[in-house]
């Protein structure tokens, strides 16, 4: 991600969650991965460090759920069951947040990067790994 830093707002469907994410307005760099959890799930990654991520309400709707590793931590909202953000396995030192359930209008311009999860995770993780480090 390249640019000045813009606050986005983000929430899952009933509104119950919410949060703000700092992030370019333009150029935005969103991931489609296509392993088994994020393709069902629908989720779009933008990755950013934990500084840049602030969830503003809604800790006691959240509900955890991890697999494999256990490293993942994956969000969801116990009302609606949408998946706002999770600490990634690939970046635990950050955030990714579902680009799809950000509020667009402070977005300008991005570009979709396909992530092949499903065969290369191991791989691909290492072309992502930056996304969470401090600039």
Request: aromatic share 12%.
């Amino acid at each position: 991600m390249s640019g000045l830093l813009s606050e986005h707002q983000g929430a899952c469907h009933c509104g119950a969650i919410t949060f703000t994410v700092q992030a370019p307005s333009e150029e935005l760099e969103i991931d489609d991965c296509n392993c088994s959890i994020c393709y069902k799930k629908g989720f779009l990654h933008l990755i950013v460090p934990k500084s840049r991520f602030q969830q503003v309400k809604g800790q006691d709707h959240l509900n955890l759920y991890t697999f494999g590793t256990g490293t993942a931590k994956h969000y969801f909202c116990k009302t609606c069951g949408i998946s706002p953000f999770y600490i990634p396995r690939s970046n635990p030192d950050g955030y990714d947040v579902n680009f799809r359930c950000l509020d667009h209008s402070s977005i300008k311009s991005y570009k979709i990067i396909p992530f092949d999860g499903k065969d290369n995770w191991e791989a691909g993780a290492t072309t992502v790994a930056h996304k969470s480090v401090e600039n």
